[in-house]
């Protein structure tokens, strides 16, 4: 059976970036204690009215362009957001619509930041049973809209002063707002014939015991006259200790699992493409898998965390620059909401 490979990939960050110097203008929050504990410098907001499909669009057509492909060859969309336009319908019909291919089936996954490593797993199984040739998949976020902020402070729109119920509300969910950022990454797969390439295993996992570690507590349809419930609770609560013994527990067996599965040893993996959630999570990782520095890359430091879109964004950064080559060994993991987590092993 083919395994299914990356042809070519794409990304797109919207606006400026804002830096944590810009944050702590409207929280109490300060650039050393962001850098210290997450390695995030700055990160990229969508606009107004931008959604994860408008985000999506540009990426897709980069990598597109590359991969010297028409939008009318692609025969499935995977959608990972967990910031999506609508409660329902999903996102991936509406990307389908704006690039002009309606019809192509898609699907919305709801993996998190965990997103790609699962979208991978699917890619290859459509492509192995010949329901597809050509399989986009996409990870784009658009936080911004949950971001308890004074917006027209922080982008410098208004010189009004911030009230203090302003600076309260963003100060009581900083541990979790500096954390994200917006963007979109969009990667290309396709089948490959040549054995030894393409996807060799994957392990993904999912447990609800950890659902309430990253959460909207707004419980929508458990609920009669959903449309009611208090604003605050559509505002996510995150327990960010949890996650993160969670990310350093979780993810050193899930690469070694894969690596069981593909009976490949860890040593032999060229590159850790890894989630960007934190530095300190990636760097613990990567101790407890002996594995040197340079092989687990990061660019947490100018996007921040972007859910499902940092790993292509991470992808097409170093595709681009020609540091990620035909033929390299790439172990994409990473873990988010839900809990969702898990691993792929490919041979480009
Ligand atoms: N700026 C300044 N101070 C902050 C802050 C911020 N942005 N966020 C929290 N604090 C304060 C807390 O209020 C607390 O103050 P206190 O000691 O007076 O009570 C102190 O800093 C320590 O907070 P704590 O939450 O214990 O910090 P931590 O060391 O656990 O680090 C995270 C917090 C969020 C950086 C860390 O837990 C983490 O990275 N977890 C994983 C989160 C994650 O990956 N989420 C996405 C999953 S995909």
């Known amino acids: 059976m ?26 109490d929050t300060s650039d050393a204690w962001i850098r210290q504990r997450t390695g995030i410098a700055q990160r990229h907001y969508a606009s107004q009215g931008e959604g994860v499909s408008d985000l999506a669009l540009p990426a897709v057509q980069a990598a597109l362009e590359q991969a010297e492909i028409s939008p009318e060859e692609i025969d499935y969309i995977i959608f990972g957001t967990m910031t999506p336009e609508h409660i329902f319908p999903g996102s991936g019909a509406l990307l389908g619509l704006k690039l002009g ?64 119920a302003e600076r309260a509300l963003a100060t009581q969910h900083r541990g979790m707002a500096v954390l994200f950022g917006d963007g979109a990454g969009a990667l290309i797969v396709r089948a ?53 013994k969670s990310a350093v527990t979780l993810l050193p067996e899930v690469v070694k699992e894969v690596c069981r599965k593909a009976k490949v040893s860890i040593d032999e993996i060229d590159w850790f493409i890894a989630h960007q959630a934190n530095d300190r999570i990636n760097s613990a990782v990567r101790e407890a898998l002996g594995v040197p520095e340079d092989k687990v890359p990061s660019n947490i430091a100018r996007y921040g965390n972007t859910s499902s879109a940092t790993i ?37």
Not at 15 to 27: C, E, F, Q, T, Y
Not at 135 to 159: K, R, T
């Open 192 to 244: 490959c014939n040549e054995p030894g390439r393409g996807l060799l295993a994957s392990a993904n996992h999912s447990d609800g015991r950890g659902h309430g570690y990253l959460l909207v507590p707004a419980g929508l349809f458990t609920r009669r006259h959903y449309w009611k419930m208090r604003e605050e609770e559509q505002i996510p609560t995150m327990k960010g200790k949890e996650l993160f």
């Open 2 to 27: 083919p395994g299914a490979t990356i042809i070519s990939s794409g990304r797109y960050l919207p606006g400026k970036p804002v830096s944590n110097h810009d944050l702590a203008r409207i929280m």
């Open 101 to 164: 291919i309606p019809g192509v089936p898609a699907l919305d996954i709801r993996q998190q930041c965990a997103a790609i490593p699962f979208a991978l797993e699917l890619a290859d199984a459509l492509i192995a049973t010949g329901s597809a040739r050509t399989v986009l998949i996409v990870g784009a976020e658009a936080h911004a809209g949950f971001m308890p902020y004074a917006w027209d402070v922080l982008l410098g729109e208004s010189d009004r002063g911030l009230t203090p």
């Open 312 to 348: 292509p964004i991470l992808f097409d950064e170093l595709w681009r620059e020609g540091k990620l080559k035909r033929g390299d060994l790439v172990c994409f993991l990473g873990l988010g909401a839900g809990l969702n987590w898990g691993a792929v092993l490919m041979r480009l």
